[in-house]
């Protein structure tokens, strides 16, 4: 059985479940991962703390429905929906490109690739 991460293990369980909320985001770099969990007062090495980020985005540890506490597809749906009208800029992109990941990922454990996907109609600003 593999060892648990420093990050697991280390962290209290509120500093853990913030930690894994900020890794979802991409900006959030291993540089400032080190500089938050040392304003916490955890020495952990940079590599342990790459590692387990690596890690956990690659294995999809923090997929969208249980961290929002989300019971199915339709509920998915309606809370992407909520976010996208509260985010902007780069936090929307996040938002979107994670949503998409997650949908492939989705749609590949069906069977469906995504060149099979139905064409779109593209979005129109509030102006158009």
Not at 46 to 54: D, L, Q
Not at 74 to 86: C, I, N, P, S, Y
Not at 109 to 122: E, I, S
């Amino acid at each position: 059985m593999p060892q648990p991460f420093a990050i697991e293990t280390r962290l209290s369980a509120e500093h853990f479940a913030e930690f894994r909320q900020l890794i979802l985001t991409r900006a959030f770099t291993t540089a400032i991962a080190m500089e938050w969990l040392t304003a916490r007062g955890y020495l952990i090495s940079h590599g342990s703390v790459a590692n387990y980020m690596r890690f956990a985005r690659a294995q999809g540890l923090f997929p969208l429905r249980p961290l929002a506490g989300l019971r199915d597809d339709e509920d998915t749906r309606r809370q992407l929906a909520v976010w996208a009208k509260e985010l902007e800029g780069d936090d929307l992109t996040s938002l979107a490109l994670y949503a998409a990941f997650r949908l492939n990922i989705s749609a590949a454990r069906r069977g469906v690739r995504p060149a099979d996907f139905p064409a779109t109609t593209p979005m129109r600003s509030k102006g158009d």
